[in-house]
């Protein structure tokens, strides 16, 4: 069984130079690269507020980081580990610097042909949505939370090889969020537990099909008629999948089916518990040498950054805002022009529509929570030039933009905000 929407792809400190560096270590062999990265940058809404209140900025940013990948016991077992540090200097912002930190740490162990053990930690301090975004999930934040904030998602995938034709995977993943914003704390702070089962069957040396089920609970850390006993949820997802290689070069994977939510519902509140689809496919295309495209699409209820005890209440007093129920779409575009010039483009676009919220009322004017719709859209376009084995430089744009039918009852959620930058990167 293939992974649907691998997550690193997506969530990465986004310069083309660092999959340059990415392929020559890979061609070089080498167990470990040290990277270190200088840019000017100049952001036209540091704060990712609505367009009547925004700020913008020139600054800097410095990103020193490393990778190492140890195979021991004869190949038997890899052990890897990376770790990539951002400074982030504006020069007109009342908070001058950002740190940031990610790291991701993983063992694979090969016990025989047909058992193989796979131990991950992926955590990030950061402020960016994407990537405080759980692996592979929708974005739940999608505006800039200033301060320290985290996530760290933990987990392990036993994969079998039960016969010539049978095959199943067993996993286990927990999500840990905490924020520093009053705001995004009663909204965000939670852990989450996602333990599955995924069983395939080769229908031909080219396509296997088969049944996935996982079972989520969300559990959020407030109390009271509050976030702690109003959003806590827990999920049962259960989906046939498909898995179809077209060629060497392109590949697909799709899970389909629903996903059945039952939401804490205190007395005297409105039930929100319902069933949804649930999709999650993924393309992957390499259509040149060092050139490549994947894409992918999920679609699940998730938790949403509008706060319960928002600006008019997140909704009538007896049905506040649950969650959301979004489609998420991502791209990701590398193709080299020359062995020296290559360009990258990664995008992601959700569209979802809040669960809950009832009809509230706001200086006269009625306004239809439940089911309003809200949408992030973020794209990343870069262009890097080797000028040695170890030194790249690279030029970007980023976009990003939120738009929401909540913006017509006074949230000022609303913004878009443009980002270009200008740098060199180095590897060893």
Same mark, same amino acid.
């Given at each position: 069984?293939?992974?649907?929407?691998?997550?690193?792809?997506?969530?990465?400190?986004?310069?083309?130079?660092?999959?340059?560096?990415?392929?020559?270590?890979?061609?070089?062999?080498?167990?470990?690269?040290?990277?270190?990265?200088?840019?000017?940058?100049? $952001?036209?809404?540091?704060?990712?507020?609505?367009?009547?209140?925004?700020?913008?900025?020139?600054?800097?940013?410095?990103?020193?980081?490393?990778?190492?990948?140890?195979?021991?016991?004869?190949?038997?077992?890899?052990?890897?580990?990376?770790?990539? @540090?951002?400074?982030?200097?504006?020069? %007109?912002?009342?908070?001058?610097?950002?740190?940031?930190?990610?790291?991701?740490?993983?063992?694979?162990?090969?016990?025989?042909?047909?058992?193989?053990?796979?131990?991950?930690?992926?955590?990030?301090?950061?402020?960016?949505?994407?990537?405080?975004?759980?692996?592979?999930?929708?974005?739940?934040?999608?505006?800039?939370?200033?301060?320290?904030?985290?996530?760290?998602?933990?987990?392990?995938?036993?994969?079998?090889?039960? =016969?010539?034709?049978?095959?199943?995977?067993?996993?286990?993943?927990?999500?840990?969020?905490?924020?520093?914003?009053?705001?995004?704390?009663? =909204?965000?702070?939670?852990?989450?537990?996602?333990?599955?089962? $995924?069983?395939?069957?080769?229908?031909?040396?080219?396509?296997?099909?088969?049944?996935?089920?996982?079972?989520?609970?969300?559990?959020?850390?407030? =109390? +009271?008629?509050?976030?702690?006993?109003?959003?806590?949820?827990?999920?049962?997802?259960?989906?046939?999948?498909?898995?179809?290689?077209?060629?060497?070069?392109?590949?697909?994977?799709?899970?389909?089916?629903?996903?059945?939510?039952?939401?804490?519902?205190?007395?005297?509140?409105?039930?929100?518990?319902?069933?949804?689809?649930?999709?999650?496919?993924?393309?992957?295309?390499?259509?040149?040498?060092?050139?490549?495209?994947?894409?992918?699409?999920?679609?699940?209820?998730?938790?949403?950054?509008?706060?319960?005890?928002?600006?008019?209440?997140?909704?009538?007093?007896?049905?506040?805002?649950?969650?959301?129920? +979004?489609?998420?779409?991502?791209?990701?575009?590398?193709?080299?022009?020359?062995?020296?010039?290559?360009?990258?483009?990664?995008?992601?676009?959700?569209?979802?529509?809040?669960?809950?919220?009832?009809?509230?009322?706001?200086?006269?004017?009625?306004?239809?929570?439940?089911?309003?719709?809200? =949408?992030?859209?973020?794209?990343?376009?870069?262009?890097?030039?080797?000028?040695?084995?170890?030194?790249?430089?690279?030029?970007?744009?980023?976009?990003?933009?939120? %738009?929401?039918?909540?913006?017509?009852?006074?949230?000022?959620?609303?913004?878009?905000?443009?980002?270009? @930058?200008?740098?060199?990167?180095?590897?060893?």
């Amino acid at each position: 069984m293939k992974n649907l929407i691998p997550a690193a792809s997506f969530l990465t400190l986004g310069a083309a130079g660092i999959a340059l560096s990415t392929a020559a270590q890979a061609q070089e062999g080498k167990p470990w690269v040290l990277r270190a990265g200088l840019s000017g940058f100049y $952001n036209d809404n540091v704060y990712t507020r609505s367009d009547i209140a925004k700020q913008d900025s020139f600054g800097f940013e410095v990103t020193p980081g490393f990778s190492i990948s140890k195979p021991i016991n004869d190949g038997q077992t890899t052990l890897s580990f990376s770790y990539d @540090y951002l400074l982030r200097y504006f020069a %007109d912002r009342d908070r001058k610097i950002d740190h940031n930190h990610l790291v991701d740490a993983r063992l694979t162990h090969q016990f025989n042909a047909n058992n193989k053990l796979a131990v991950y930690d992926n955590f990030a301090q950061a402020q960016e949505p994407q990537q405080l975004a759980a692996l592979g999930g929708g974005v739940a934040q999608v505006l800039r939370a200033e301060g320290t904030n985290f996530r760290n998602v933990v987990g392990a995938d036993w994969t079998s090889q039960l =016969s010539e034709r049978w095959s199943s995977v067993l996993s286990v993943r927990n999500n840990l969020f905490r924020f520093d914003d009053p705001q995004f704390k009663t =909204s965000l702070d939670r852990v989450e537990y996602y333990p599955s089962i $995924n069983l395939s069957y080769l229908l031909n040396p080219t396509t296997s099909v088969g049944v996935f089920y996982q079972y989520g609970v969300v559990d959020f850390d407030g =109390s +009271g008629l509050n976030v702690g006993t109003i959003r806590d949820y827990t999920s049962h997802f259960i989906a046939g999948t498909i898995d179809h290689d077209f060629s060497p070069s392109l590949k697909a994977s799709l899970r389909a089916g629903i996903q059945i939510n039952d939401f804490d519902d205190p007395a005297g509140f409105v039930e929100q518990d319902g069933v949804a689809p649930y999709v999650d496919g993924m393309l992957t295309w390499s259509f040149a040498e060092n050139s490549s495209l994947m894409a992918g699409v999920r679609h699940q209820v998730n938790v949403t950054d509008v706060n319960v005890s928002g600006q008019f209440g997140g909704g009538a007093i007896n049905d506040p805002i649950r969650g959301s129920a +979004g489609t998420t779409g991502r791209l990701s575009i590398q193709h080299s022009f020359s062995p020296k010039l290559v360009a990258s483009l990664s995008g992601i676009y959700q569209a979802g529509t809040f669960i809950g919220g009832g009809v509230v009322n706001v200086n006269g004017v009625n306004y239809e929570i439940d089911g309003a719709a809200d =949408s992030y859209a973020s794209v990343d376009a870069n262009l890097a030039y080797k000028f040695t084995e170890n030194l790249v430089g690279r030029v970007g744009y980023a976009h990003d933009r939120v %738009d929401s039918d909540l913006d017509v009852a006074g949230d000022l959620r609303v913004f878009s905000r443009n980002r270009v @930058y200008l740098g060199v990167n180095f590897t060893y």
